[in-house]
């Protein structure tokens, strides 16, 4: 049995055929290879895109999409091994799994870290800990990493692009008032280097560096795919001559769990806004972001309403890829 909890766990041609299969749902959106199946999603947090392009996915190919809000119509979770409960939470994992397993065909959890000490976060152990109790495919709507809208962002490159490999990626950092999840960021330099592009991370200093996990894959998968990784702080020469300029704000690791601190180093960044100046120096790139964005603080109107902004394309592209996970992972 296959969950789909990271990229990192899957080789670029399975990949590539889960791209090819949402390629042919875009087509073909309305099929019945679902008919009597269904999944569950369990939401920790909030939701726009993920919920309805899954809820909406899983009608679209036959199925029934059940969602529950633990704590809200659902009863509180425990994750944690050998927990003694009692706190809030009213059933553990373990139990979850196990019933929710026996009821549906796929279970789906989106579960943010609790940005508190990264040490225990960057090891993933809420989503693990449902794959390890569920018996049936788990797949992950974002943790701290966002694997769904890897495919998204790779499937609307592929569109805009043709051929990605070798084309220069840069991933820029930008201003956000609080300091956010890195997943969708560690999760766009896993697929750009997966698929042999040329990566440049931009962020304003060290501590906005990704977690060493995901430079190191980044890394590790460039080189296996032809690409390159880099690193990069100054702002004029990581924009110069890039085919892609893909935005997202992120919190300084060092800083994790203490946002007071943090501000004081990220007030002084505004600049990083992605503006029309900014994408006069790339290749006529395409912008894309995963959404939601604050227009005028992490990117100019002028930039979301331009012609090579592509991120309602990479929004309405999670449907696809989603559909495609949900077949591959049920046989189909």
């Not at 999944?39 to 392009?53: E, G, H, Q, V, Y």
Request: glycine share 6%.
């Amino acid at each position: 049995m296959q969950h789909f909890l990271s990229t990192v766990d899957w080789t670029r041609d399975q990949l590539d055929s889960l791209l090819n299969l949402a390629a042919d749902l875009k087509k073909e959106p309305i099929r019945d290879d679902l008919r009597g199946k269904s999944i569950a999603m369990l939401f920790l947090n909030p939701s726009l895109r993920t919920r309805t392009s899954f809820e909406l996915g899983m009608q679209q190919l036959g199925g029934i999409a059940i969602v529950l809000q633990p704590g809200k119509d659902a009863w509180g979770v425990e994750f944690e091994p050998g927990a003694v409960m009692n706190g809030e939470a009213e059933e553990h994992i373990s139990e979850v799994a196990g019933v929710l397993s026996r009821y549906c065909d796929l279970i789906a959890l989106r579960a943010f870290p609790l940005f508190e000490d990264w040490e225990v976060d960057r090891e993933d152990a809420v989503i693990r800990a449902l794959a390890r109790y569920s018996t049936v495919p788990v797949v992950n709507m974002e943790t701290i990493v966002h694997p769904c809208q890897e495919l998204a962002l790779m499937m609307t490159l592929k569109e805009k692009l043709g051929t990605v490999q070798n084309r220069k990626f840069l991933l820029t950092w930008t201003w956000h008032p609080r300091p956010l999840n890195t997943a969708v960021a560690n999760s766009a330099l896993l697929i750009a280097s997966k698929f042999g592009m040329d990566v440049t991370l931009l962020c304003p200093e060290e501590a906005y560096r990704l977690d060493s996990q995901f430079e190191s894959a980044a890394a590790q998968f460039a080189e296996e795919s032809g690409g390159s990784f880099r690193v990069m702080h100054d702002i004029d020469d990581a924009y110069s001559e890039v085919d892609v300029v893909y935005a997202k704000s992120w919190g300084a690791l060092p800083y994790y769990g203490r946002p007071e601190e943090e501000w004081a180093l990220r007030q002084k960044y505004r600049n990083f806004m992605v503006d029309e100046t900014k994408m006069a120096l790339t290749n006529n790139a395409l912008f894309s972001h995963c959404l939601p964005l604050r227009r005028n603080v992490k990117a100019t109107d002028g930039v979301m309403n331009a012609d090579y902004c592509v991120a309602l394309d990479e929004a309405e592209n999670r449907l696809h890829v989603q559909k495609a996970i949900m077949l591959n992972l049920l046989g189909h």
